[in-house]
């Protein structure tokens, strides 16, 4: 595991688009898993084999529903996009509340994120 030191400045998201504890994103071909959970992000790749950790990022907000997260991880960019529509994952068709999509370094993920159940909840039926 590895605790790096993240550099970078954004402007903070509005704090309704901010993710919170705990979350989970993940994506297939390649698989990854992106998780936020006491004030640290793990991202896990390479099939569980490299897990890198590190403080969460400010959020910067770059519409009504995306925020970005992004700054400097072990001398490679890194980027984190959330936008607030449903996603499928195309592995179990399971649908997700968001869009994610990262950039490390030359590496693009993307994938879904954000708790299914959250779809069904606090909507009129």
């Known amino acids: 595991m590895v605790l ?13 688009h901010a993710l ?12 990854w898993s992106l ?5 640290d992000m793990t991202l896990v ?7 890198t950790r590190f403080a969460i990022p400010p959020a910067k907000s770059i519409d009504a ?3 970005a997260y992004s700054a400097s991880l ?11 529509e ?5 592995m179990s068709g399971m649908p997700r509340p968001q869009q994610v999509t990262i950039t490390f370094g030359a590496r693009r993920l993307e994938g879904c994120g954000g ?8 909507h009129e039926w």
């Open 45 to 51: 790749t390479d099939f569980g084999a490299t897990e």
């Open 86 to 90: 449903v996603c499928i994952d195309s």
């Open 115 to 122: 708790e299914p159940g959250s779809l069904l909840s606090g």
């Open 35 to 39: 998780t936020r959970n006491n004030g």
């Open 74 to 84: 072990e001398g490679s960019a890194l980027s984190i996009t959330v936008k607030d």
């Open 4 to 16: 790096a030191a993240l550099i970078g400045s954004c402007v903070l998201a509005d704090p309704s």
């Open 20 to 31: 919170t504890d705990p979350w989970r994103a993940l994506g297939h071909e390649p698989s």
């Open 65 to 67: 529903g995306s925020v």
